[in-house]
């Protein structure tokens, strides 16, 4: 079974796994592109809310800037950026 899965009889496990893996891969990829070109694609109305290309988004104008998602971001990478230079 050795000499099919890594092509070679004389292969070490590593290689075994690593040609199992990409074996794995290469019949994912097939069986995905397969079922996709094979399946109608769903109509945008049942897409809706469930995709985010599909979704109306909400307004955050409204909101405080405390509230907001892009605050919330910039506090996280500055914190992160301060940690990265005191444990560097």
């Known amino acids: 079974m050795l000499a099919y899965i890594a092509l070679s009889s004389h292969a070490k496990d590593m290689a075994e796994n690593m040609y199992r893996a990409l074996w794995s891969w290469l019949i994912c990829v097939t ?3 397969v079922v996709s070109l094979l399946t109608r694609p769903k109509p ?3 897409l809706t809310g469930l995709v985010y290309g599909c979704t109306v988004l909400p ?3 409204h909101l405080p800037l405390w509230k907001r998602p892009i605050f919330w971001a910039v506090i996280s990478a500055a914190l992160f950026l301060i940690l990265q230079m005191i444990f560097w």
Do not use: D
Request: proline share 0%; no cysteine; net charge negative.
């Open 44 to 46: 945008v109305e049942e």
């Open 59 to 61: 307004s955050e104008g």
């Open 31 to 33: 069986v995905t592109v």
